[in-house]
């Protein structure tokens, strides 16, 4: 996917949607992404369950810098098994300086293997199977970096 900040003004978007994905256990949504120039607005990643609304997993904002960046999302066996969907969503800021870039999306049965120099997020399932963000894997990732590198 690609979208390109021009001057039709703020807010202009692009959503690219995957077919329905479905495992008998946890998978791995992992993804390259560009997101270089003065009027980079965000790129929103949802996950949606089978027949539920689309719920933001993933986003980033701004301008990232003239490279592509690897990013992955844990996605749990509850949702796997019931079956989801994946969109991705760039939308871009008021001016005409920029682009919004996807490229090298797979989906692999198993956990996302951990590297710290890529953006892992854990999407997780509520009672009601809303999905949210992973904040508390984030937390408890960023502790473990720190303890393995001396710095608590």
């Known amino acids: 996917m690609y979208i390109e900040a ?21 998978q791995c949504l992992e993804f390259f992404y560009h997101m270089y120039g003065r009027h980079i607005g ?20 701004g301008n990232q810098g003239d490279h592509w ?14 079956g989801y969907q994946i969109a991705f969503e760039g939308i871009t800021e008021n001016g005409y300086q920029g682009d919004i870039s996807i490229d090298d999306v797979s989906v692999t049965d198993g956990p996302c293997p951990v590297d710290e120099k890529i953006v892992a997020v854990r999407v997780e399932v509520n009672s009601t ?3 949210r963000s992973g904040r508390t894997f984030t937390k408890k990732l960023r502790r473990k970096m720190r303890k393995r590198r001396g710095r608590q």
């Open 129 to 131: 199977s809303v999905l």
């Open 69 to 82: 960046t690897n990013a992955r999302l844990a996605i749990p066996r509850e949702l796997a098994r019931a």
């Open 6 to 26: 021009s001057a039709k003004g703020r807010g202009s978007n692009a959503i690219l949607y995957s077919p329905l994905y479905r495992g008998m256990s946890e």
């Open 42 to 61: 965000t790129l929103n990643v949802y996950a949606q369950a089978r027949g539920d609304t689309l719920n933001v997993a993933w986003r980033a904002y």
